[in-house]
């Protein structure tokens, strides 16, 4: 948990021009795992065992160690080896729709819990007069899939068209 909250911060760095990524990107992806990995696996443990779970921790640890492997080559040597580059913009052509399919398949699962249990959801009356549930804020998670996936496979497409291109030059 602590690892997927500390990506908030890339959020920031991208904010803030610290890195080239851009908003658009950062914040549909760090959003989504940070609602799975709260939101979702750590509200109900019931569904930690499901299968999805290992999809999406073998489809975010594999990205991540590529990740961060080319990003270390880069900042300790001042490039990446070939092979490596490779990795890093292309894994996700099979990785990102694990990675989805996982994260919405936990949410789907985790449906039952939200609307049994009632976590997180308000009911009327109450001293604000407000009335929020959690079970349909689930659902507005999945529509923000829905437009949000298409940009970001289709951003990384564009990453990789450029990052592979620009290697082929060099």
């Excluded at 640890?61 to 292309?90: C, D, M, N, Q």
């Excluded at 609307?115 to 007069?129: A, C, I, Q, W």
Aim: net charge positive; hydrophobic share 45%; aromatic share 20%.
């Amino acid at each position: 948990h602590l690892a997927q909250s500390a990506a908030f911060l890339e959020i920031l760095h991208s904010l803030f021009g610290l890195v080239r990524s851009p908003v658009t990107a950062t914040l549909p992806q760090v959003s989504s795992r940070l609602y799975v990995t709260w939101g979702v696996l750590y509200s109900f443990p019931e569904i930690r065992t499901h299968f999805f779970v290992v999809s999406l921790v073998i489809g975010w640890s594999v990205t991540e160690i590529i990740r961060y492997a080319f990003f270390g080559f880069k900042e300790a040597l001042g490039f990446a080896p070939a092979w490596l580059l490779w990795l890093r913009y292309s894994t996700f052509l099979i990785l990102y729709p694990v990675g989805i399919t996982s994260e919405l398949g936990l949410i789907y699962y985790a449906l039952p819990y939200m609307k049994e249990t009632e976590k997180y959801s308000f009911r009327m009356p109450n001293k604000l007069n407000f009335s929020f549930d959690y079970y349909y804020l689930a659902f507005l998670a999945v529509g923000i899939y829905v437009p949000c996936s298409p940009h970001l496979y289709g951003y990384m497409l564009g990453q990789r068209k450029k990052a592979l291109s620009k290697a082929k030059t060099q």
